[in-house]
């Protein structure tokens, strides 16, 4: 991937030694590791909210997580970001580049372990939408690489418009859908295709059709997936708990399928851990991604382009679809069947296969007319068709 540096000024901050937080402080636990890319978003409330205390703990939570790469969305002031970053000497990042003085000053933020990741071009997009984007967007080009394996991207990182009212939903809805217009528009062409779009969308994926603002991207479910999206609904995984509501997603395109494997997705529930959480850090919970499948040898033999490992005819079908994969080598295979909500519907296979190609027949005869998912989970790989039933 070839991208020359476009670095606005002093945006990039390089951490230095002096201040440093001590890193024996232990108030959570590690949830990173070595063979995975692990990146959060984060809106952190109006940063710094208390000030250096909100400044100090926050360095301590982020040495303890153990991560490699955090996009933040409400950073209140720049200098108390400055500040953030002296106390983690071992990482690097920068606040959106430009001021947009008719919204509050709330910026986003990308920071990074540099001797896990980078970062080497900075823009905002949709620079004068205010309607749909009150606080635009970053997009920045990331890599992640330890040794001979590496994980190069687009990153996104969003803050759509809060509220309940019909009027910050069309402004979200807009936003969406000016988001995917460009998704659409710029993904075919680049250089590279593996896109993550992070951030505080401020609404729920288990809406309704009529009222859910990520429909459009949603049934796009060919080119697009919320890593999020088997944790909605569940009160749990609730990333603004005040609301026992998950607002904070991370999405893919189907490109990055491989390079997340068989990732994890989670709430990271610090306020379990650390009583103060919500008094010295935020109203909302973290919500992690783990990157598994990029975790490749380069020299390792590839599939040819035209590889297809799960495919279903006929589609759209009526009641009943023959779903037929190949296994590249043995190991365990899982076929799950979702709704558009991420609801499991059936499981079909779960289990271990040798190498070869097998077939199995889905039968929904008891299902209504609409849109579903096949997720094909293989030991190197994660496949998702989308399923058209027709009655």
Not at 36 to 49: A, K, Q, R, S
Not at 274 to 300: C, K, W
Not at 318 to 346: C, H, M, Q, T, Y
Request: glycine share 6%.
């Amino acid at each position: 991937m070839r991208y020359s540096a476009k670095i606005f000024g002093s945006i990039f901050i390089g951490a230095i030694m002096l201040g440093a937080t001590d890193a024996s402080s232990q108030l959570v636990q590690p949830r990173g590791s070595d063979s995975t890319f692990d990146i959060l978003t984060w809106n952190v409330h109006e940063f710094p909210g208390t000030g250096f205390r909100t400044i100090d703990t926050l360095a301590i939570l982020i040495q303890n997580l153990d991560i490699d790469m955090v996009a933040f969305q409400e950073i209140a002031d720049t200098n108390a970001f400055y500040d953030l970053l002296t106390r983690l000497p071992e990482w690097d990042g920068f606040f959106a580049p430009f001021d947009y003085s008719d919204y509050p000053y709330l910026k986003t933020a990308v920071i990074w372990r540099t001797d896990r990741a980078s970062v080497t071009y900075v823009e905002q997009l949709f620079m004068g939408y205010q309607f749909q984007f009150p606080r635009p967007p970053i997009h920045v080009l990331g890599n992640v690489s330890f040794g001979q394996y590496q994980f190069d991207f687009h990153l996104i990182d969003l803050h759509l418009k809060a509220g309940s009212t019909e009027e910050d939903q069309q402004r979200r809805q807009a936003g969406i859908l000016m988001l995917k217009a460009y998704l659409d528009n710029t993904i075919p062409g680049a250089p590279d295709q593996d896109w993550i779009v992070v951030g505080d969308w401020n609404d729920e994926l288990e809406d309704p059709q009529g009222d859910n603002v990520f429909w459009p991207l949603l049934i796009d479910s060919l080119d697009y997936r919320f890593l999020t999206l088997p944790l909605a609904g569940n009160p749990y995984w609730a990333s603004y708990p005040s609301y026992n509501s998950l607002i904070d997603h991370l999405m893919i395109s189907t490109q990055a399928n491989d390079e997340y494997g068989s990732g994890n997705t989670i709430t990271l529930r610090l306020d379990d851990e650390y009583s103060n959480y919500r008094n010295r850090i935020s109203d909302h919970r973290p919500v992690m991604s783990q990157f598994l499948g990029y975790y490749t040898a380069v020299s390792e033999e590839r599939l040819p382009e035209n590889f297809e490992s799960l495919s279903a005819y006929p589609n759209p079908f009526n009641s009943s679809v023959l779903l037929r994969f190949r296994n590249r080598v043995p190991g365990d295979v899982k076929l799950e069947i979702f709704d558009l909500l991420g609801r499991e519907v059936a499981t079909l296979i779960d289990g271990y296969f040798m190498a070869g190609e097998y077939q199995i027949e889905f039968n929904a005869a008891n299902l209504p007319s609409g849109i579903f998912l096949a997720s094909l989970m293989q030991q190197d790989k994660t496949d998702c068709i989308k399923l058209t039933l027709l009655k």
